[in-house]
């Protein structure tokens, strides 16, 4: 989960359905995203080599793999499917954003905003895919992978041109003003 640096005030939680957002929350996305784009139906407008995602639904295939991750108020697989016929592997990043709207909110504008990590999407940050709607007022975010071949989570025994790498990522996210929350090993994927 990503923070900013700054202290903006959080938008009001509000109990969520699958398509009711808090009115806040949906005027500060309308102001990064183009007039065309509805914001209260697809919430997230996919960029450079997603743009074929954007309002489109992610298809999966049934293959999923649990990666184990769990957060407050989200969990994290992987799976396999299509977007717009499109194969896709993805990091499906499930928030119960019924009860974690705040959170789910600040990354999803911390990615969406051009000023912040829109730009440093797919260099050292995961490219978003789509943001789609779930059941019970879920929502989930889906990611590219670090490498379609071969990724791993950091180890502290990894090579040292691998820690500056890391480095270097977090350097380029706080030049942008924003602060990762939870830093550890697990939350760290590179592509190799």
Same mark, same amino acid.
């Given at each position: 989960? +990503?923070?900013? $640096?700054r *202290?903006?005030?959080p938008?009001?939680?509000?109990?969520? @359905?699958? #398509?009711?957002?808090?009115?806040n929350?949906?005027?500060?996305?309308k102001?990064?995203?183009?007039?065309?784009f509805?914001v209260?139906?697809?919430i997230?407008q996919?960029?450079?080599?997603f743009?074929?995602?954007?309002?489109?639904?992610?298809?999966?295939?049934g293959?999923?793999?649990?990666?184990?991750?769990?957060g407050?108020?989200?969990?994290?697989?992987?799976?396999k499917?299509s977007?717009?016929?499109h194969?896709v592997?993805? +990091?499906?990043? $499930?928030? *119960?954003?019924?009860?974690y709207?705040?959170?789910f909110? @600040?990354? #999803?504008?911390?990615?969406s905003?051009?000023q912040?990590?829109?730009?440093?999407?797919?260099?050292?940050?995961?490219?978003i895919?789509?943001?789609?709607?779930?059941?019970e007022?879920?929502?989930?975010?889906?990611?590219e992978?670090?490498?379609?071949?071969?990724?791993?989570?950091?180890?502290?025994?990894?090579?040292?041109d691998?820690?500056?790498?890391?480095?270097?990522?977090y350097?380029r996210?706080?030049?942008?003003?924003?602060?990762?929350?939870?830093?550890s090993?697990?939350?760290?994927?590179?592509?190799?």
């Amino acid at each position: 989960m +990503f923070w900013p $640096l700054r *202290n903006p005030p959080p938008p009001e939680p509000v109990e969520d @359905t699958s #398509l009711q957002m808090d009115p806040n929350a949906v005027e500060a996305l309308k102001k990064i995203n183009s007039k065309t784009f509805d914001v209260e139906k697809y919430i997230y407008q996919p960029h450079g080599k997603f743009a074929f995602a954007a309002q489109k639904e992610l298809i999966t295939d049934g293959l999923t793999f649990d990666t184990g991750l769990i957060g407050e108020g989200f969990s994290m697989c992987i799976k396999k499917g299509s977007i717009a016929d499109h194969p896709v592997t993805v +990091f499906h990043k $499930l928030w *119960n954003a019924s009860k974690y709207w705040d959170q789910f909110f @600040t990354e #999803l504008y911390l990615f969406s905003h051009p000023q912040l990590l829109r730009f440093l999407q797919g260099d050292c940050v995961p490219h978003i895919i789509n943001v789609s709607h779930h059941r019970e007022g879920n929502k989930a975010i889906a990611m590219e992978l670090p490498h379609y071949g071969v990724w791993r989570t950091a180890t502290p025994g990894m090579p040292v041109d691998l820690k500056r790498g890391v480095l270097d990522a977090y350097a380029r996210i706080h030049a942008q003003g924003v602060l990762h929350g939870d830093i550890s090993l697990h939350n760290i994927f590179l592509g190799t």
